[in-house]
């Protein structure tokens, strides 16, 4: 076998060297797999190896049975090129020697700064595993009803779900479940005021596979079963996102489902947006109608708002 192959297992790298001395004072291994990427060792006579990790100890070993294995202190650096760092071995060796490098951690650092992350698994990487594949199974169990024992009637279709999930989402749904209600007896529950598909969409956030699109494209619905179902997150997200786009076109129905819902930070905004930013003259015309169709405590509080802006100085 040729002594410029490194053999790996672990995080361990072991180089065995048939040879070395005054007439073969460089010598490098081939390329190997460690850990992040491909690697190489280099060995000089007048420096020393390039370890490409940032946290590693060395160990060198000698066929010479009196001579005791060398072992290196706890190396921590930043490897940028196989240039940037050294470790010095100040021992003779001769003969036939083995290279030990031991691997504890590599950590990649951001290119503008900061604390590095290893690339070995962590708890957070474990977490992160572990989430992504039980949403995958609760995807399939949503998708091909698997074990599915309750039934959702929306206002244009059936959809098939779980009580458990329901339940650990919503009081609301728990409490259905939980005490001698119709729902608890034929496993159905009634969302007329949802569409399939936006009921759908509903599932999926509470099963954890909603995208971005599907939650856009339905937030006002989500919104209203969140309200409904006293699914908190669910609203905080509908109250955040409605919040992003707000625009002449939308501030008013903005403002009504504000007040409807008892969302403040929404309410505030509509409100910031007509007054501070003086957007209320770009919806002059929808004022009258929507004055005569908002409840009275609303329009209160807005000509409150206006007095307050407009009051001379």
Not at 101 to 123: A, H, Y
């Amino acid at each position: 076998m040729a002594d410029t192959k490194v053999e790996t297992i672990a995080r361990l790298a072991q180089w065995k060297i048939d040879s070395f001395g005054p007439t073969t004072p460089f010598k490098r291994s081939d390329p190997f797999k460690s850990a992040y990427g491909n690697w190489h060792l280099s060995v000089e006579m007048s420096r020393s190896m390039y370890p490409p990790i940032a946290r590693f100890v060395l160990r060198v070993t000698t066929s010479a049975s009196n001579r005791r294995p060398y072992v290196s202190p706890i190396h921590e650096r930043l490897l940028r090129t196989s240039d940037d760092f050294a470790c010095a071995v100040d021992i003779t060796f001769q003969g036939r020697i083995t290279i030990d490098v031991e691997f504890l951690d590599l950590k990649i650092c951001p290119i503008n700064g900061g604390e590095g992350s290893s690339i070995w698994p962590t708890d957070t990487t474990m977490q992160t595993l572990s989430t992504q594949s039980t949403l995958k199974c609760l995807s399939r169990m949503l998708h091909e009803s698997i074990h599915a024992d309750v039934t959702i009637n929306a206002s244009d279709g059936s959809l098939k779900a779980h009580k458990a999930v329901l339940s650990a989402s919503s009081p609301v749904f728990h409490s259905m479940f939980e005490h001698n209600l119709k729902e608890k007896e034929s496993s159905i529950i009634e969302i007329e005021d949802m569409t399939s598909e936006s009921c759908t969409a509903l599932l999926y956030y509470l099963y954890g596979t909603i995208n971005q699109e599907d939650f856009w494209k339905h937030r006002l619905a989500l919104l209203g079963a969140a309200n409904k179902y006293v699914i908190v997150d669910l609203k905080d997200a509908c109250e955040e996102s409605l919040l992003e786009d707000i625009s002449s076109g939308n501030v008013l129905e903005r403002l009504q489902e504000a007040w409807l819902y008892q969302l403040e930070k929404l309410k505030k905004g509509c409100l910031v947006y007509l007054l501070d930013f003086g957007k209320i003259y770009d919806v002059r015309e929808e004022m009258n109608e929507f004055f005569r169709q908002a409840d009275r405590e609303l329009v209160v509080e807005i000509f409150q708002e206006l007095l307050a802006v407009w009051k001379p100085t």
